[in-house]
């Protein structure tokens, strides 16, 4: 993110947090942004500060939202203040000094509750040095949490910025695993690669020999890398499943480049009338 935009949003965060919490809450919280030694009270700071704001969803103006949108943070509207909150302490801290920065979160990802690792997670696209980051990022992906999940998959545009290719795919494949939102994964299309495509496919090969349905987001990452060996799975999909999945693979193969699929495709009316009449698009699996 160019850092005018990212001034921006963290200029329109810290108003709205301001308008959110009481007069006694933004004395405190000025408080510690004046203060000379915020490492040393950073983690009780940090801890406390949902009893100085409260939980309640947060209150957004028309023009911020608009801001806030046109810069990819629209999403904070459905955030609670304690969570916007600890987002904005965090993004402001006033360490320059990049080791400093990193011991003091590092210590409270390695202490966090649920509530709190949400909001760490949630900051990681406004924090500085955004590579320093990246590992820690990685081992959310391993979590079990589901909102803690959430925070790293949905919404969130710093794993596709900064995960390399492997954390990447896992972050995508632990997403279907526990049932997330893949709308809402920031850089799906752009982040789309030939490894994540071909596990894809042999997980989708696992669903359908155990009975199971296929999330026909799957197909999305599969499309751009379709070849012979991809196009016998589909074939499968195409021949014995339902309908969203059909229609989902319909979709992939009409984004493909490979021939062969796209000549098969033409060979089913319903779905070559889909694709012919723009009815199709990744929004409408939603599921």
């Not at 809450?25 to 009780?44: I, M, P």
């Not at 023009?63 to 629209?74: I, K, R």
């Not at 649920?114 to 820690?136: C, D, F, G, M, Q």
């Not at 997980?203 to 012979?228: S, T």
């Amino acid at each position: 993110m160019r850092d005018d935009h990212l001034k921006v949003v963290k200029e329109i965060i810290a108003a709205v947090v301001k308008n959110n919490i009481s007069l006694e809450a933004e004395k405190w919280l000025e408080n510690f942004t004046r203060s000379t030694d915020q490492l040393a009270q950073l983690a009780k700071v940090f801890v406390m500060l949902p009893r100085k704001t409260g939980k309640l969803p947060v209150a957004i103006n028309e023009d911020q939202q608009e801001a806030l949108h046109a810069a990819g943070f629209g999403y904070i509207r459905n955030w609670t203040i304690d969570r916007l909150s600890r987002v904005w302490l965090l993004a402001g801290l006033d360490l320059h000094d990049k080791e400093l920065l990193f011991a003091a979160i590092n210590r409270l990802f390695l202490s966090a509750e649920v509530n709190e690792a949400v909001a760490l997670y949630s900051a990681l696209p406004l924090l500085p040095h955004p590579e320093i980051w990246v590992k820690r990022c990685a081992e959310g992906i391993r979590s079990n949490i589901g909102s803690v999940l959430e925070a790293i998959m949905e919404n969130n545009p710093y794993p596709a910025a900064n995960l390399d290719e492997a954390a990447w795919n896992q972050l995508v494949l632990k997403a279907f695993f526990t049932e997330k939102n893949i709308n809402l994964i920031v850089g799906l299309d752009q982040r789309a690669n030939l490894p994540l495509a071909l596990t894809l496919v042999d997980y989708a090969q696992e669903r359908w020999a155990a009975g199971r349905e296929v999330h026909p987001q799957l197909w999305r990452m599969v499309g751009r890398f379709i070849n012979a060996e991809i196009f016998e799975t589909l074939k499968t999909g195409l021949q014995h499943y339902n309908q969203m999945e059909q229609r989902a693979i319909a979709l992939a193969i009409s984004q493909s480049g490979y021939q062969p699929a796209k000549d098969y495709i033409n060979t089913f009316p319903e779905l070559k009338l889909a694709l012919a009449d723009g009815s199709l698009n990744w929004d409408s699996f939603n599921q």
